[in-house]
């Protein structure tokens, strides 16, 4: 059985290095950071603006033994953009920063006005995927979602990992790509 519960500050570490690993081969992160040091160095700072306040609000979930997380943003959090666009102008190369930018405008433009839960991130180790686990959490983050009435909102960086969503009722809203950047997939999911 799958063991799933609240990350504690004492789990923010572990939590974002299993993110971390999941997102080692993920299109739109490889794009934004290609050397290998400087994804390493910068993702997790980007991840911790991105999706850090989950681990404050309650609303960062992890597999027992850390084999996944899942970062969510309950309404009215948001993302530290202004940490995020520092990193980004920091790390990010040059010839692509503008790039970047006009995929996080798209982004906006989809994001819901109305109350929503967003997941910015959710990963699973490599060595872990396979056993269900990404549906675990999914299930278990989705429950304050149904009770509460409320809309889930996420942009899935990787095609592969649609399915998955459209199994627990997110739906394709449509396709956010600038320049040389790989798309991303923004769903929405109703409450059930």
């Known amino acids: 059985m799958t063991i799933i519960k609240t990350a504690t500050a004492a789990d923010e570490a572990a939590a974002i290095d299993a993110i971390v690993l999941a997102f080692g081969a993920d299109p739109a992160a490889r794009w934004s950071w290609r050397d290998p040091h400087q994804y390493l160095a910068s993702f997790p700072r980007f991840m911790k603006a991105f999706g850090g306040k989950a681990f404050s609000n309650g609303s960062a979930y992890i597999i027992d033994g850390y ?14 953009e202004d ?25 906006g433009r989809y994001h819901p006005n109305e109350p929503h839960w967003y997941l910015p991130l959710m990963g699973v180790d ?10 675990a959490l999914m299930q278990h983050a989705l429950i304050p979602c149904d009770r509460d009435g409320g809309l889930a909102y996420l942009e899935s960086t990787n095609p592969k990992n649609i399915p998955l969503y459209e199994r627990h009722g997110f739906e ?10 790989p798309p991303l997939f923004p769903m929405l999911r109703k409450p059930r």
Do not use: N
Not at 67 to 80: R, S
Not at 86 to 103: H, R
């Open 172 to 181: 394709l809203l449509g396709t956010i790509q600038a320049g040389t950047s």
């Open 83 to 107: 940490t995020m666009m520092s990193i980004l102008q920091g790390t990010v190369p040059k010839e692509i920063l503008e790039d970047v930018f006009a995929v996080l405008e798209q982004m």
């Open 67 to 80: 084999a996944g997380a899942a970062l969510w943003l309950p309404p009215g959090i948001e993302p530290d």
């Open 126 to 135: 490599p060595i872990q995927q396979g056993k269900g686990f990404g549906s």
